[in-house]
């Protein structure tokens, strides 16, 4: 941010799995540097995206159209909370 890349009213994070995990301590390190979050632990703070997916696995043999589904999901809701327009 220090160098113009990005304002912290336009960034968020996103973490999966233990990568989920580390998005929660960022967000209780620097509560206000995102504006959103996606991961796959609960938080307080930012706009938090809760997604439950009851038939497919962790991710390796996930369906394609489970996949292309999360992942619009995630955009959508990146893109509304960061008031950006596709």
Not at 6 to 12: F, H, I, M
Not at 31 to 38: D, S, T
Not at 58 to 63: A, D, E, I, L, R
Not at 76 to 81: D, K, M, Q, R, Y
């Amino acid at each position: 941010m220090r160098e113009g890349h990005a304002a912290s009213g336009r960034l968020a994070i996103l973490g999966g799995s233990n990568g989920g995990l580390l998005v929660g301590a960022a967000l209780i390190q620097r509560p206000g540097l995102f504006r959103a979050a996606v991961q796959a632990a609960t938080s307080s703070g930012p706009p938090v995206l809760l997604r439950v997916e009851t038939r497919a696995g962790h991710g390796q043999g996930k369906p394609l159209a489970k996949v292309i589904e999360e992942w619009t999901d995630v955009w959508s809701f990146l893109f509304t909370e960061l008031a950006m327009e596709p």
